[in-house]
């Protein structure tokens, strides 16, 4: 079965431009996460949908991200303006949905975004 | 607020030694996982663990639960240089939402 499909793979950037990461999960897979990893830390969730609605949103900094998930399948994750804190790896991950919970994630390559 | 507490965050052992990672998180939790990551790669999933009392393993890794003192061991056996990597614990919040990991554990085994 194909992974997580994330492009670009790389990204460099001005600060106070904008960027947009697209996402493509497991075929059949419900839920779609989106994580913040800066060097040297864990994985922060920044949204988590299931299907085509958010179940949480709470660690999005929702005055320059946004993230939709069109159809319940592919998803974007935007950011606008962007700021040099904003430099990290972008990964998105996708799981089976088993009655309320989710099964373990599946993760995909990550996006690498510089902001100079 | 769930929260998620790794240790610890960097260990250098020799190979052939046994060694067991901690993590402890601060409220109820519906699963918990064990993730890889090699450094510029992705997160590799190494065990899921649903219930309390629940071990699992793999090679030379076994992972175990308790969710009565909110705490799940990494444990490693006679490691080798391969199993050098970050691993992370990360704790499901109830009704499946907002996955918190922790700080990860730096792992590098000495040949």
């Known amino acids: 079965e194909a992974g997580v499909a994330q492009s670009p793979r790389y990204k460099i950037i001005e600060k106070r431009q904008s960027v947009a990461f697209w996402c493509n999960p497991i075929?059949?897979?419900?839920?779609l996460y989106w994580y913040q990893q800066i060097l040297g830390q864990g994985p922060k969730l920044l949204i988590q949908?299931?299907?085509?609605?958010?179940?949480?949103d709470s660690q999005l900094p929702k005055d320059r991200f946004s993230a939709e998930r069109l159809k319940g399948v592919d998803s974007t994750l935007k950011i606008q303006p962007a700021k040099l804190e904003d430099s990290a790896v972008y990964l998105c991950?996708?799981?089976?949905?088993?009655?309320?919970?989710?099964?373990?994630?599946?993760f995909g390559p990550g996006t690498r975004l510089t902001v100079t | 607020e769930l929260k998620v507490e790794q240790n610890p965050l960097f260990l250098s052992m020799q190979e052939g030694k046994n060694y067991t990672i901690y993590c402890n998180y601060s409220?109820?939790?519906?699963?918990l996982y064990w993730y890889r990551q090699d450094p510029g790669k992705s997160l590799e999933s190494l065990f899921v663990?649903?219930?309390?009392?629940a071990v699992k393993q793999e090679g030379r890794l076994m992972a175990s639960l308790d969710t009565k003192a909110r705490l799940s061991t990494l444990h490693i056996t006679a490691a080798v240089h391969d199993l050098s990597a970050t691993y992370f614990c990360?704790?499901?919040?109830?009704?499946?939402?907002?996955?918190?990991f922790g700080a990860g554990t730096r792992l590098f085994v000495k040949a």
């Open positions: 409220t109820t939790s519906d699963r």
């Open positions: 991950a996708s799981s089976q949905l088993q009655g309320m919970s989710s099964y373990e994630q599946y």
């Open positions: 663990l649903l219930s309390n009392g």
């Open positions: 990360a704790v499901e919040g109830t009704g499946g939402f907002k996955t918190i």
């Open positions: 075929s059949g897979h419900a839920t």
């Open positions: 949908f299931q299907n085509n609605g958010v179940v949480d």
